[in-house]
Each structure stands twice: as structure tokens, then as C-alpha cells.
């Protein structure tokens, strides 16, 4: 059996005949206990066997405060079959009271003319040689066994072998009677079943001019009570107990648990008055007190109440809302509220049958809601500000707790600020908690950009001290030579390797003759429009453009005679078939290379690459804010055949130039090299 419990027990005279030569009727008997609990039985008058048989091997079992009196062959036998699955091991022997084993001839004190299987007490036994180990056997009251016999048969396996064995007889309070039950002061005192605890829970004031009297008591333990009032004997009784016609004079009542095992508390728990039929009536009600309650908004939908009396021995009626009052102990606990207000009543009646006239009442009110929470007023969507001031909202009464960028949410007001925030994008979550403690789960967000404010002085860094953004343009294409009516693709890369943002940045470009915008895509912004009154250009309107991006725009168009495409490779001339040689039919993006640098940052920080048969002409513009003025101009590298970037100085042109005031900063055109 694995993890068995036998607890508070009264097992006796079991058996198939008086003291039959080999019988094995037991007590209690386990085989193959796994970690049984055997504690607090009494087991006596086991006819023809032992008081507890463990067989055929036990494992991790305990037996504990146990009473085993008057068995026939021994009280307890420990054993392994010798099955080959192991002796009996760990197990724990304690607090145990063993006494007066009979013997088979039915005399405690003459041994047995026939054979017995044992008259020790304990018997410790392992068939082919098996011997168990960590078997304690401690603190154990051990008395009476046969002549020839001892308290131990066989002592192997016990480790450590018993110690604090009290080897004095215990003393009973009744054996005859078969009440087992220890006196106190004994040399066994400690030992055996465990009694139960007695409480009184209510009963009659002092003094008291009513000649009759109503008990209530209860233990967590006992099954029954005895009772009795002054100098009675004790009787079983159950709560509440009533007595009636009582004389004037003072009166205990005492009553004491019993458990199934017999073993009742032997200090028992009492109760004295006095009585004076003499004395005015009691006509003053008690009063009572509420101690512990929900609070005023509760995000609970149970309530535990305490309360408590003026008057000792009184009673209580509780109810809630407009139910009925009814019965009730201290602490009382209501489940399943529903949402809103409720409110909790109680009144107590004392041992004079005073009903209390005003009841103590509590209210509160359930709210399991949790509140929702809203972001009025933010930064815009890109803003060069490093400070940002929000406006939270929710219910009446509610707090706020605010996060940004993920960190852990911490207090906040409901005018909530933010200063010295560093560039890039950011996000604050609000959630409101309400008065009942109940939290958004959805936290409201918010999401802005700060971006760099670029300005005019030293060397393009900006006179407002922002970072100036560093923008550049790749422009690829698709095949080199196609037939009239085939379709080709502008790959345009814009990148910014500055750590500072560029807003309103726009992208136009021009395609070369004979040819038409299919389509066109960019990965911001709204994509690329024809301007008007300027047939084959297009601006690309980006938006903005973080430090350290690139953004793709994507323009499909096709040509619609061959002759254009030749017609331009003629007008290129001789050092135009060169360059083309040198580059050859294949995409630019494939080449090895890389951008074109400028490399005077007065000229706009801006820089450009482009392949001969491209865009006829490409200008990348940003919108910087500035204010004040610089010019300069720069010049462009671009990539040689080998990839390693040249001088090219008569072939591209870079022009890079902030205007005065406050309009947009073109930060550079690329141009085409046969273009004067």
C-alpha cells in the first residue's frame, strides 16, 4: 500500500479463537506499506497474531503514538520475505506505548506448552539473511512479555538501535475498563495517542439571576463529548449542552472530546458561574462591534467579516443586503458578490435572551472593473522637441502609471511631462488604476518621433546646434539596351549616414527621352508625381528621413522606340562609347564600387552616384529649417571601371547650396556628365 493513513482508531479482541497455536489475526496489518501513516490507534486483544503486522517488507512507513496492549503473539513485527526485492528500510518507530503481550496459553506471565510465533514486543525478522536499514526505533514506553521472551526478538536492522525506551510499565487509567488513556504523571507520559483539544464556545454570564444555562464547545479532533456539570460523572453529550432548575450557588461545566480511538482530553475544558435568582434581571443588550471589514471600494467579490461582543457568552445574527437575519460565528465570509453596493448587519443576544436593538452594519461596494485609459493631447508625429507634455484621462477618482520605451511603468499624473529625450522614435503607455485598485490591462500608447534640428553655422553642424543630415542618391537601372516597347526599372537609394534627420525631403528625377513612368513606389511618402509643364520629370516626396536610414523608390517605365536608346549612345560620342565599355550592359547595383563621396561638408553634406545611361537628371532636396545662410560647392568622386572611386571632375558636377531664410536647403544636384 503506498502513502496509507490509519489514524485515532479503537481496534480490540479480534481473532478466530482463544490464543489458536499459529493464528495471524492482527491488529492492523499492511503489506507492502509504501510511506503508510499508522498513529494515535489503540489496537488491543488481537487473538492469536500481533498488535501491527508490516509484511512482506515495509518502506518509509511510520507508526506513532500507538497504544498495543494485551496482543497474543507481540505487538509489532517488522519483516522482509527475502522475495529478493529488498529488506524493509526507513522506517520510523516513535512515542509508541507497547505492553503485556499474552503468549499463546493466554497467561501473561507463563510461557506457552505449545509453540508460539513470539511473545517479544517487538520483533524485528528477515527471512534468508535480508536485513534492513535506517529503521529508527525511539522514545518508545516497552513493558510485560512472556518468560523467555524480551521487548526485542531480534534488534538487526534497527539503526540507530532503540534508545529512550522507557522500560516501566504504564499506568492506565482504567485497563480492566479498557480505558487506556495515560495518567499524566507517569513514567509513559508523552507517549501514546495524542488527545484531542476541547473548546467551550459559549455560555452563561456572571453572575447571573437565571436558573438555566445553554453551552456550546467544539474540537477540531473529537468525534463525541462527555460532559458534566459540578461534581457528575462525565456522560456523552453533545453541543449545545442545556441544564435547568439550577440552585443559587456557582456551577462549573466541563466537557472533554473523545476520539475514535477512545483518547479524550484529560485537562477537558470548563466553564464557571455563579447564580443569584435574587438578583435584578439582566435587561441590558449587549453590543457588538464590527473589527475587520471590506474597505469602502472593494476589487473583490468575497467579504470576510470579525466581530465581537460586549457581553461574553453571546450569540450573533448576521445578514447581508435585505436577505434574513440568520445564525452566524465570528469570522463570517460572503462569496459570489455581485457588482455594487452591499451592506453586511450583525447583532448579538446574550445568556438573558437581550437582543441587541441596533446592529453593527458595514458597507461597501464591489467594483472588479478595471478602468480604460486615454491619451488626449501628445507631441505630433515628428517633432524636433526634445520635451513632450501629454493629457491623461479616465474615470473620476482614478490614479496613473506611466512607461516609456518599455520601461517598468512608475506613478504618474494625469498632466504627465517628458524632458531631454534623445533622438528617435518613442512610445508612452498610460494605464489608469481606479479607487478599488482595479489596473487598465490595456494600457493606452502614444508614438512620436524626435528628430534633429539641423542648422546653418560651422561647417553645415547647424547654428541651432542640431546635426545636419549627410543625404546621398544611387541610381540604378535595369538593362542597357532594350527594344522598343520593353520595360526597364529605376532602383533610387536614399540614404542619410548622419545621425541627424532631414524633414520634407523630396527626390526628383527626369527620364530620358522616349520613355514613360509605368509605375512608381517609395517606401515613404505618398511616391512620385509628374511635374507640370516639365514633361518626363518627377518628384518623389519622401517625408523624412531618421538618421541612419536608406529609403527605396522604385519607378517602372518602358521605352517606345529602339532608335531612342541609340541615339543617345551616339550623342555620347567617342569618350561616351569609352565609358560604356568600361562599365558594360550589366546592373549598376552589381558592379563593384560604391557611392560617390563629396567630401567638402559645406557643400550641403550631400553626395551622389549615378551610371551613364540612367537618369538624365537626379536631384535629392531636404527640407533642413535652417536659418542664415552658407554656400560652398564640392566635388564629386564616382566609380571607375576597377571600382575604385576616381576624380572626375570634368564628367560630374556637384553643387551643394543652403538658401537664405527659412525655405527648403537643396542639398545637391547630380548631373548628368554630358550635360554642360
Known amino acids: 500500500m503506498t502513502g496509507t493513513v490509519i489514524d485515532r482508531n479503537r481496534i480490540h479482541d479480534c481473532g478466530r479463537g482463544l490464543h489458536v497455536t499459529g493464528a495471524h489475526d492482527h491488529g492492523i496489518y499492511v503489506a507492502w506499506s509504501q510511506g503508510a501513516q499508522i498513529t494515535n490507534n489503540v489496537i488491543y486483544g488481537a487473538d492469536g497474531g500481533w498488535g501491527i503486522q508490516l509484511w512482506t517488507s515495509a518502506h518509509s512507513t511510520t507508526l506513532q503514538n500507538n497504544i498495543l496492549d494485551g496482543n497474543t503473539s507481540g505487538n509489532i513485527i517488522l519483516a522482509g520475505d527475502g522475495s529478493g ?62 518468560p523467555g521472551f524480551a521487548n526485542f526478538g531480534s534488534a538487526q536492522g534497527l539503526s540507530p538501535l532503540p534508545s529512550g525506551t522507557v522500560t516501566t510499565a504504564p499506568t492506565y487509567v482504567d485497563r480492566p475498563n479498557k480505558d487506556y488513556n495515560v495518567v499524566g504523571s507517569t513514567a509513559c507520559a508523552g507517549t501514546g495517542p495524542i488527545p484531542p483539544d476541547t473548546a467551550i464556545d459559549s455560555g452563561p454570564p456572571s453572575p447571573t439571576n437565571l436558573t438555566n444555562a445553554t453551552l456550546a464547545f467544539s474540537s477540531a479532533v473529537g468525534v463525541e463529548f462527555q460532559c458534566k456539570l459540578d461534581a457528575a460523572a462525565y456522560t456523552a453529550c453533545s453541543s449545545p449542552a442545556s441544564y435547568s432548575g439550577l440552585s443559587d450557588a456557582s456551577h462549573t461545566f466541563s466537557v472533554r472530546a473523545v476520539d475514535g480511538a477512545g483518547t479524550y482530553d484529560a485537562s477537558s475544558a470548563t466553564s464557571t458561574w455563579t447564580v443569584d435568582s435574587g438578583a435584578p434581571p439582566d435587561t441590558t443588550p449587549p453590543n457588538t462591534t464590527i473589527a475587520t471589514a471590506p474597505t469602502a471600494l472593494a476589487a473583490s467579490t468575497s467579504a470576510t467579516f470579525t466581530f465581537s461582543s460586549t457581553e461574553a457568552g453571546s450569540s450573533f445574527q448576521c445578514k447581508l443586503d435585505a436577505g434574513a437575519y440568520a445564525a452566524c460565528t465570528s469570522p463570517t465570509t460572503y462569496t459570489s458578490l455581485a457588482q455594487g453596493s452591499h451592506t453586511f448587519s450583525v447583532k448579538a443576544t446574550d445568556a438573558a435572551a437581550n437582543e441587541e436593538a441596533s446592529p453593527a452594519t458595514s458597507t461597501w461596494t464591489v467594483d472588479t472593473n478595471a ?67 482595479n489596473t487598465d490591462a490595456t494600457p493606452a500608447t502614444w508614438s512620436w518621433t524626435v528628430a534633429a534640428s539641423v542648422g546653418t553655422g560651422g561647417g553645415g553642424s547647424g547654428g541651432g546646434g542640431g546635426i545636419p543630415p549627410n543625404l546621398s542618391v544611387v541610381i540604378g537601372h535595369g538593362p542597357s539596351v532594350l527594344a522598343a516597347g520593353d520595360a526597364f526599372t529605376y532602383l533610387l ?57 536608406v529609403t527605396r523608390v522604385t519607378v517602372g517605365a518602358h521605352r517606345r ?44 553634406n550631400a553626395r551622389a552616384s549615378t551610371h551613364h545611361g540612367v537618369a538624365r537628371h537626379a536631384r535629392l532636396t531636404g527640407n533642413s529649417h535652417c536659418n542664415g545662410g552658407r554656400q560652398g560647392s564640392g566635388r564629386a568622386l564616382v566609380p571607375g571601371s576597377n571600382g575604385v572611386l576616381r576624380h572626375r571632375r570634368d564628367r560630374a558636377r556637384l553643387l551643394g547650396r543652403f538658401d537664405e531664410g527659412a525655405g527648403p536647403a537643396r542639398l545637391g544636384d547630380v548631373q548628368d556628365p554630358q550635360r554642360p
Request: negative net charge; hydrophobic residues 35%; aromatic residues 6%.
Open 561 to 604: 522606340e529602339r532608335h531612342a536608346r541609340a541615339g543617345r549612345l551616339r550623342a555620347l560620342g567617342r569618350e561616351g562609347q569609352r565609358r560604356r565599355r568600361q562599365l558594360g550592359d550589366v546592373h549598376p547595383f552589381r558592379r563593384a564600387g560604391g557611392l560617390a563621396a563629396a567630401r567638402d561638408p559645406a557643400a550641403g
Open 85 to 146: 526485492d529488498g529488506s524493509s528500510s526507513n522506517n520510523t518507530f516513535s512515542q509508541n506505548i507497547l505492553s503485556n503481550v499474552i503468549g499463546a496459553d493466554g497467561d501473561e506471565s507463563t510461557p506457552a506448552n505449545g509453540t508460539i510465533d513470539s511473545g517479544n514486543n517487538v520483533e524485528v525478522f528477515w527471512d534468508n539473511g535480508e536485513v534492513g536499514t535506517g529503521n529508527a526505533f525511539t522514545g518508545n514506553c516497552m513493558s510485560g512479555f512472556p
Open 371 to 437: 478602468p480604460n485609459t486615454t491619451i488626449t493631447t501628445g507631441p505630433a508625429a515628428s517633432t524636433t522637441s526634445t520635451d513632450a507634455a501629454f493629457t491623461l484621462t479616465s474615470e473620476v477618482g482614478a490614479s496613473y502609471e506611466c512607461s516609456l520605451d518599455g520601461a517598468a511603468f512608475a506613478s504618474c499624473t494625469s498632466a504627465h511631462s517628458l524632458s531631454g529625450l534623445p533622438l528617435g522614435s518613442h512610445t508612452l503607455s498610460a494605464r489608469a488604476r481606479d479607487a478599488a485598485g
Open 493 to 549: 537609394l536614399v540614404q542619410n549616414a548622419s545621425d541627424g534627420g532631414s524633414t520634407g525631403v523630396w527626390l526628383e528625377f527626369t527620364l530620358p527621352a522616349n520613355a514613360e513612368l509605368v509605375s512608381s513606389y517609395a517606401e515613404k511618402g505618398p511616391g512620385c508625381l509628374a511635374r507640370a509643364q516639365a514633361p518626363r520629370k518627377y518628384d518623389c516626396f519622401l517625408d523624412f528621413i531618421g538618421g541612419k536610414q
